[in-house]
């Protein structure tokens, strides 16, 4: 267990809905990191916060957003679904950035 | 921006060594990384190279060449459970202290 808890677990929602995923990082990380794994792909980063604000963005879709709340937990928000959406969300957390751990992912199927 | 290299698959044999190379560009290197993600779970971190030289770690061991832009990974007394992909990540200071992952390589343990 990397002590970071993302919800939901699974997900299938239709095309042209929103969804939102949520993730709690580790006690005490400040850095929350978003990635997207689609089938047989490798990890494609999509944005970083820390403590509250955004630090770099990746090739994260207009259609998507996130944000970091108060209490270091972020969502992502991810709007106007498309098939090729379907894919594992992980977030990751850090705290010196030495490394960074994941959660266990929230699958998004789209239909 | 960066790129990163991997093969994308090797097979070896139960009780064998193998070594997973990493080839990197990128500017504002300031670590390499190595974790293990099998199908469907959450990546884990193996190891880390921010200097040059070896870093041994049990049954794991990992180089860096920071003038070469190159990295392997090597496992040792390969067991079945070593069937996995392995991630080589680059972390970088000029883009948000950000991570970014190579494409993986799914390695095969055989009996």
């Known amino acids: 267990d990397s002590g970071v808890t993302q919800t939901p677990k699974h997900l299938i929602t239709a095309t042209g809905q929103r969804v939102t995923l949520r993730c709690s990082p580790r006690?005490?990380?400040?850095?929350v990191y978003w990635y997207q794994q689609s089938l047989d792909q490798g990890l494609q980063f999509l944005i970083q916060?820390?403590?509250?604000?955004?630090?770099a963005k990746g090739n994260i879709l207009e259609r998507f957003s996130a944000q970091q709340f108060p209490d270091l937990h972020s969502e992502l928000n991810l709007s106007s679904l498309e098939l090729g959406d379907s894919a594992l969300y992980f977030c990751?957390?850090?705290?010196?950035?030495?490394?960074?751990?994941f959660g266990e992912g929230s699958w998004l199927t789209v239909v | 921006g960066q790129n990163i290299d991997q093969p994308t698959e090797m097979t070896a044999t139960e009780g064998a060594i193998v070594q997973i190379n990493c080839t990197y560009q990128?500017?504002?290197?300031?670590?390499l990384f190595w974790y293990q993600q099998h199908a469907g779970e959450a990546p884990t971190f193996l190891s880390y190279?921010?200097?040059?030289g070896l870093e041994e770690k049990g049954r794991f061991s990992s180089f860096l060449s920071r003038s070469k832009g190159y990295s392997y990974l090597l496992l040792k007394e390969l067991q079945m459970k070593d069937s996995a992909s392995y991630l080589c990540?680059?972390?970088?200071?000029?883009?948000?202290?950000?991570?970014?992952f190579g494409p993986g390589t799914r390695l095969s343990v055989l009996p």
């Open positions: 990751a957390s850090s705290s010196t950035g030495n490394t960074i751990y």
């Open positions: 006690s005490g990380d400040l850095s």
């Open positions: 916060y820390y403590n509250g604000e955004e630090r």
């Open positions: 990128t500017s504002g290197f300031n670590g």
């Open positions: 190279n921010v200097l040059d």
């Open positions: 990540a680059v972390r970088e200071v000029n883009y948000g202290q950000n991570f970014v």
